[in-house]
Nanobody, 116 residues
């Protein structure tokens, strides 16, 4: 079955950087749309960034210019490089795989905390 394992979360000061990784298995990674979502306490889960199989990317307005999503097909891994982090970026970050446009798979989440 599809498994997504995130890593790289942690505590960082405002203005700092973190890189999240999501290792995928049990899926044809190269054809999936991969994404990062986040959920802050008391808020709904929201899309942060996604990358399509052709390499095109899409970002939430709140992270444009600060976050970069990328994928490595040889390692079946998707990354989220987060720069200039703000306290409002604090959330649990989830990796998502979208297969054939309809099947959603999620990782267990990784906590990102940005202190002011």
């Amino acid at each position: 079955q599809v498994q997504l394992v995130e890593s790289g979360g942690g505590l960082v000061q405002a203005g700092g950087s973190l890189r999240l990784s999501c290792a995928a298995s049990g899926t044809n990674f190269r054809t999936d749309t991969m994404g990062w979502y986040r959920q802050a306490p008391g808020k709904q889960r929201e899309l942060v960034a996604r990358i399509f199989s052709i390499g095109a990317t899409h970002y939430a307005n709140s992270v444009k210019g600060r976050f970069t999503i990328s994928r490595d097909g040889d390692k079946n891994t998707v990354y989220l490089l987060m720069n200039s982090l703000k306290p409002e970026d604090t959330a649990v970050y989830y990796c998502n795989a979208l297969k054939r446009g309809v099947e959603n798979y999620w990782g267990q989440g990784t906590q990102v905390t940005v202190s002011s």
